[in-house]
Structures are given as structure tokens and as C-alpha cells.
């Protein structure tokens, strides 16, 4: 029987630079409203020292629920990755804002708007690379959304985020415990617009595929 190979060019959008052979591939969805109460389940599974990590304080579950039911999908951008079974194990979140909001952001663009970034993953999904993949999808995002700098706050100690800070490339100011990182962002071109597109769609449809799986093991009462 005949095969055709998949291109190089399609194994990169999936995630799978070795043609899928040795590694899952990470797609990362655009989150949605209906993703809500999901996030808000990833969130509050976080321990004191994953929230510290991700918000800089141990925020109580009070908390943690009112930063959720508080996010504007209309505002900012949320990416998330769904496991096999459907579960949300990661959460990026892109915030724009004027760039006065930011500090030192007036130093760093030459635009009107900043985006900082944070991101968490749960602990049954670390190691996989998702933190990055999160953050490069971020980072194009803000290319074909005509901003040029992309800013992380976090504590020092935060190593997976230094990690995707250093990886990056992006310039990192520590003060008190604490760490400033901007990258600044080439502009938006052709490839930079097809790459986000083919991105979305490839996980759009691995999505739904999980979606209609998950409903199907419920409705037959398949779930173990």
C-alpha cells in the first residue's frame, strides 16, 4: 500500500521535529468561555507552592476562583493543553496592557500596548516542554497582534519560568527575590500568520476529537 510521508513543514506545526516517532506532540488551544470551569478545576488543583510560584502568594481557594470567574476572554488570550483524556493540565495566560501598566515598560516598546505572560502546568504534566510551547505560542500572538514586547514577572526562584526566560532569550532584571523579563518581538510576516493559523486548526481538531471521546465513554457509562 502506498503511503505519503507527511511534509517536514506539517511534523513542525505538530509538534514532532522527528516525524512523530519519539515524542507526543504539545498543541496548545486557544481557551474559550465554555473552558471556564475547567481552568477554574486546573487552577484550584495547584498546591500552595505551584500558586505561590504561579501568582507570587499562596493564594486562598477563594481567591483562586475569583481570578478565574474575573478573566476577560474579550480582553486577553488564554492557551491551554488538554491531556488524552481530556483533562486541562496547562494554562497560559497573555494579558495586554498600556504599556504605563507595565514596569519599565515604556523603556522596552515602541508600541501603545505590553503583554506579560504567566503560566502554569500541573505536576502530573511537567518535563514534557509544554511551558515552552505555551510561551511560543504566546509570543507569536503578540507578533500578529502588533505588539513587540512580551513581559514575565515572577519570583527568582521560579526555575521553570527562568527556564523559558533564558531559552527565549529575554533580557532578565532581578530585584529582591524577584525577576523582570521583556522579549522583544521581530514584526509579523506571511509565515508568522500561516504558523498561528495551522497551529490553532491542528489543535482545534485535536480538541474536538478528545471533546466527542470524553462524551462518548460518559454517555455509554465507559468511564473507569
Known amino acids: ?19 512523530g516517532k519519539n515524542r507526543r506532540a504539545v498543541l496548545v488551544k486557544q481557551l474559550e468561555e465554555r473552558d471556564r470551569r475547567r481552568m477554574m478545576k486546573h487552577f484550584l488543583g495547584l498546591d500552595d507552592s505551584d ?25 486577553d488570550t488564554l ?48 518535563g514534557m516542554g509544554i511551558g515552552s510551547k505555551l510561551f511560543e505560542r504566546a509570543a507569536i500572538h503578540c507578533r500578529n497582534s502588533d505588539v513587540d514586547t512580551l513581559y514575565m514577572h515572577c519570583l527568582s526562584s521560579n526555575q521553570t519560568m527562568m527556564h523559558i526566560a533564558k531559552k527565549a532569550g529575554m ?6 527575590g524577584e525577576a523582570d523579563a521583556y522579549l522583544r518581538l521581530m514584526p509579523a510576516n506571511p509565515a508568522s500568520m500561516l504558523q498561528e493559523a495551522i497551529e490553532e486548526q491542528v489543535a482545534t481538531i485535536d480538541y474536538n476529537l478528545k471533546a466527542n471521546k470524553r462524551f462518548a465513554v460518559k454517555f455509554f457509562g465507559m468511564e473507569r
Do not use: C, W
Not at 510521508?5 to 516525524?19: H, K, S, T, W
Not at 533580557?171 to 529582591?176: A, C, K
Open 79 to 126: 492557551y491551554g493543553v488538554y491531556n488524552r483524556l481530556f483533562k486541562l493540565v496547562a494554562v497560559g495566560h497573555l494579558a495586554f496592557a498600556p504599556k504605563e501598566k507595565i514596569p519599565a515598560g515604556s523603556a522596552h516598546t515602541t508600541k501603545e500596548r505590553i503583554a506579560e505572560f504567566g503560566v502554569s502546568v500541573s505536576a502530573t504534566a511537567r
Open 51 to 75: 500558586r505561590l510560584l504561579r501568582f507570587g502568594s499562596r493564594l486562598r481557594d477563594e481567591q483562586v476562583q475569583a481570578y478565574v470567574e474575573h478573566i476577560d476572554f474579550q480582553r
Open 1 to 19: 500500500m502506498f503511503k505519503m510521508a507527511l511534509p517536514e513543514q506539517f511534523n513542525r506545526f505538530m509538534g514532532r521535529p522527528d516525524g
Open 171 to 176: 533580557e532578565i532584571q532581578r530585584d529582591h
